[in-house]
């Protein structure tokens, strides 16, 4: 009695954490916030996005400008020639004597060029590389939207799975709650008939013995309880140790997956994957069989040149070119018959991948069905058994019934709750499993 006082106190403490619960909705709209395998997954198709764009770009012309201004210094020589007179008095008749004499200086002389221009180019033909690297990259881009769906699908089928086990958890409390109860009753009901003297001491210590073992189930699922919270938090995308309470039901009724497996195989991300690689690879065979022909662009220049500013000299050029390489050395017959085999990898990759999935998808859509009819049966077992709970119940208080038969029943009803209850949870989880082989989202 005393476990039992301190197993309703913590579930005192407890109980104001959940005072607004979660929807299913609200938990999904939290995780495609917080997710960081979901955001991984969104950056990694935008950079494919933006690769695939830039594919493009090959195909518009090139422009450019430059503007430039140098300014140079060279060594010169500078020669300066000087005259120099002489009087010489000579009598009454002065006489003048001019000599001249050279003088040579090394100085910095400074030239000034300034130049602007705008130039141009467009490749015309490239032997249809520039087309094949832009359908590479429409392939890359399909892949990662591929990854992405595959990701997104992985993601809702691990938040659904520990949604339905944080619900289960809970109802697991009240089930194990509801479970003590019972055995309680059950002991005062032996205690007073081993008071009379109609049971013995065995009767009434397998039932002591029941009490105890609910008290320690409702004292495990509670510990339960808080792991699934932490596991359904962590799957949100948060890492805080807050409480959460989930709102919401079991699905275990009108379900009916699509049984042409053969025909979802093709929708599935890993087959569309193995698919676009494929793709891919017939694509790079061309890539490299591009060498095998000319190259040929078109350019465009104009130049104004001068030591003025802004230049005045003009001069522009025109001109179309064409570039074969004759022999590259062979590389380029190896870099085909490599693309040709790596074509031949990718077919029987995809006809790998159909394989596994039909095995898979089978797996999956018989296990679907499998916890759904167990989950209908055991629904019906657990109605059967309270009816028989309460009829063999009701005749041993009476004197009709043996210990044995109500002991046995009562054990098979309180078992038959947790097995429906189990089984709610398997057959949920199931439809999400089979929904995340297809990829599916929600």
Same mark, same amino acid.
């Given at each position: 009695m005393k476990n039992y006082f301190i197993i309703l106190s913590l579930l005192c403490i407890l109980s104001p954490? %959940?005072?607004s619960s979660a929807s299913w909705e609200e938990v999904l709209s939290d995780a495609k916030i917080n997710n960081p395998t979901l955001k991984k997954a969104e950056d990694s198709l935008k950079t494919a996005r933006q690769n695939y764009y830039s594919a493009y770009t090959n195909?518009?012309?090139q422009l450019s400008a430059t503007v430039s201004q140098n300014q140079s210094e060279v060594l010169g020589k500078k020669i300066t020639n000087k005259e120099?007179?002489?009087i010489i008095n000579s009598g009454m008749i002065p006489i003048v004597l001019t000599s001249t004499s050279t003088k040579t200086e090394t100085i910095m002389q400074y030239t000034r060029d300034n130049k602007t221009g705008i130039s141009a180019s467009l490749s015309l033909f490239s032997g249809f590389a520039d087309y094949s690297n832009v359908k590479m990259k429409k392939c890359d881009l399909d892949i990662a939207e591929q990854n992405y769906r595959r990701a997104y699908s992985d993601t809702i089928y691990n938040l659904k799975k520990k949604f339905f086990q944080l619900l289960w958890?809970?109802?697991m409390i009240q089930l194990?709650?509801?479970?003590l109860k019972q055995r309680q009753k059950n002991l005062g009901m032996i205690q007073l008939k081993y008071d009379s003297g109609t049971e013995d001491l065995g009767s009434l210590s397998r039932v002591r013995v029941d009490k105890y073992n609910a008290e320690y189930e409702v004292s495990s699922a509670m510990r339960y309880l808080k792991t699934a919270q932490i596991q359904l938090i962590n799957s949100i995308g948060r890492n805080d140790l807050s409480e959460i309470e989930v709102q919401g039901d079991f699905i275990t009724e009108n379900f009916k997956p699509d049984d042409n497996t053969k025909g979802l195989i093709?929708?599935?991300?890993? %087959?569309?994957?193995?698919? %676009?690689n494929l793709d891919k690879a017939k694509y790079n065979?061309?890539?490299a069989k591009s060498t095998l022909f000319p190259s040929v662009s078109f350019s465009w220049s104009s130049t104004k040149s001068g030591a003025d500013w802004p230049p005045l000299d003009n001069s522009w050029n025109l001109g179309i070119n064409a570039s074969y390489p004759f022999f590259p050395g062979g590389k380029?017959? %190896?870099?085909i018959k490599i693309a040709i085999l790596n074509q031949k990898v990718a077919e029987k990759n995809m006809l790998e991948t159909e394989y596994q999935l039909s095995t898979r998808l089978l797996i999956a859509f018989n296990d679907v069905f499998d916890k759904n009819e167990l989950c209908n049966v055991l629904k019906k077992i657990f109605e059967a058994t309270k009816l028989q709970s309460d009829i063999v119940t009701q005749k041993y208080v009476n004197g009709l019934a043996s210990y044995i038969d109500w002991y046995s029943v009562e054990n098979d009803f309180i078992n038959s709750k947790k097995n429906y209850l189990n089984s709610q949870r398997d057959a949920s989880v199931s439809q999400a499993a089979w929904k995340n082989q297809l990829g599916s989202g929600e």
């Open positions: 954490v %959940y005072g195909f518009l012309p120099n007179e002489t958890a809970q109802q194990t709650n509801d479970i093709k929708t599935t991300p890993e %087959y569309l994957i193995a698919k %676009y065979i061309k890539l380029n017959i %190896y870099d």
